[in-house]
């Protein structure tokens, strides 16, 4: 078992570089997302084309990434940039959709941009209608505290009143506005605003407040590159150079604002210039060219007046709601699966994994208190052994202070036995070594002398009998 930990470490190293590299792949992806609509709708007031091209190249990363935020927020911004380009059917389609991916993702923040951006495509047409979807959006705006669509609305219910000719009243939305994108450093916006309050002068006729607002405008626009901005600005400058007989001014103003329509390539903004050279020729008194220019504007109404009337674009609301919505919603829902799928898969596998290794991790475990009940029945058993060593070691100790007493004994007695001998023995062997002199110099007879000596090795045996016979009896006392 010990062979195989390396390897699942392994494995498992493998698969969490992989995960945290797959994680970082999905995050820089969906940047890639945010940056592409980030840029698309910053481009819709210059070149609302590129608006869509962007929007629909982070549409294809995020349905890959079936990230669906992404994918509204993409389908958003090419509604937006359509509604710049005055393409209102595929605009509304955009924002259907977009509205769907928002609902699904519980994302009620985008969900009051789209009603905003659903406003604006009233607010030439039906008024009230628009009004209904910029308060419900602004709404939820206040609820979460987003400035940035907060300031925007206020811009578009001034833009209402306007339209109402509740000039004062639009002007107090765009002052309330104009202070929050200030706030807020958003310079488009606030050419808006400034061209916006343009307006309402010039239908209070204080044209030379108008003018210094909008010529302020236009001149902030240019610098921008905001190219829709500029073409608005001309249109209300040329009127006021019209109200003025500032003829020349008017023809120069005229020619500006078409060469920046065209680039934005909005048919709407290039018709009404079409109307305000005809108000400028009439004004002349050219009525021949006048006529030539509104025969031209009557042939563009009536091609785009399929698409120009509040009942139209509430028609495809209703037609199209219901239909795009389940389908949608069924797209997503197979998305959603098909991501489940995958998403199960990994992570069964990466519990496959994980219990592989916590059963590694629970066997080593009862190893290790298999291995320490041993060990402590093992240190139990030692502790068992050293007892009985001490034990033995103490009786041991016993033994040798019995033996050394008994040798104490056996070494007094010995000493006691050599005293008692040497005093017993001597007297017979003293008299042993006087037989052997006398006998030497012939002063007794030999059997006498032979007698003598017999009778004192007998009292040496007798003497070294009894001293064996009290060395072997312990009872016995002394000598």
């Not at 993409?74 to 509604?79: E, L």
């Not at 009051?112 to 959006?137: M, T, W």
């Amino acid at each position: 078992m010990k062979k195989s930990y390396p390897y699942i470490i392994f494995l498992l190293f493998v698969l969490i570089i992989n995960l945290n590299g797959f994680g970082k792949g999905i995050a820089q992806d969906t940047n890639e997302v945010v940056k592409l609509n980030t840029l698309g709708f910053k481009m819709r007031l210059t070149d609302p084309e590129q608006t869509v091209a962007d929007a629909a190249k982070a549409l294809v990363i995020a349905q890959k990434l079936e990230y669906t935020d992404g994918i509204g927020e993409s389908y958003r911004v090419m509604g937006i940039g359509y509604y710049y380009l005055d393409q209102a059917k595929k605009a509304i389609d955009a924002y259907l959709i977009a509205l769907n991916y928002f609902k699904l993702s519980k994302n009620i923040q985008s969900e009051a941009k789209v009603d905003n951006n659903i406003g604006n495509l009233y607010h030439d047409i039906d008024y009230d209608r628009a009004l209904e979807f910029f308060q419900k959006s602004l709404v939820i705006a206040t609820q979460l505290n987003d400035k940035q669509l907060t300031a925007a609305l206020y811009l578009n219910i001034g833009t209402i009143y306007l339209h109402k000719k509740s000039l004062y009243k639009a002007l107090q939305f765009y002052n309330k506005s104009e202070s929050m994108f200030a706030v807020l450093k958003d310079s488009d916006n606030l050419v808006q605003c400034m061209q916006n309050k343009g307006v309402i002068y010039y239908s209070l006729n204080q044209f030379d407040i108008a003018k210094s607002l909008l010529l302020a405008a236009n001149k902030r626009a240019k610098e921008l590159d905001l190219n829709r901005p500029v073409a608005s600005i001309d249109l209300t400058l040329a009127d006021i150079y019209i109200a003025q007989n500032k003829f020349s001014e008017a023809d120069k103003t005229i020619i500006e604002g078409i060469v920046f329509s065209k680039i934005i390539k909005n048919e709407k903004i290039q018709t009404d210039f079409k109307y305000t050279s005809y108000q400028l020729e009439v004004k002349r008194k050219n009525y021949e060219k006048a006529l030539f220019i509104l025969k031209d504007i009557y042939h563009q109404d009536s091609l785009r007046s399929a698409q120009g009337s509040s009942t139209q674009i509430f028609n495809l609301f209703k037609e199209q709601v219901n239909q795009q919505a389940r389908q949608r919603e069924n797209e997503i829902i197979l998305q959603r699966q098909q991501y489940d799928r995958v998403k199960f898969w990994g992570v069964a596998i990466v519990a496959g994994l994980l219990l592989v290794l916590v059963g590694v991790l629970i066997n080593n475990v009862k190893r290790k208190a298999r291995t320490n009940i041993q060990l402590t029945n093992l240190n139990a058993e030692v502790s068992r052994q050293k007892d009985n060593l001490d034990r033995i070691n103490h009786h041991l100790e016993e033994i040798i202070d019995e033996r050394t007493k008994d040798l104490q004994i056996k070494n007094k007695k010995l000493s006691e036995y050599s005293s008692y001998l040497s005093h017993q023995i001597r007297g017979p062997i003293a008299t042993l070594k006087g037989l052997l002199n006398l006998e030497k110099e012939g002063l007794v007879d030999q059997p006498e002398c032979i007698k003598m000596m017999n009778k004192s090795v007998s009292e040496i045996d007798d003497k070294i009998i009894e001293m064996s016979d009290m060395l072997h009896d312990p009872g016995r006392a002394g000598f």
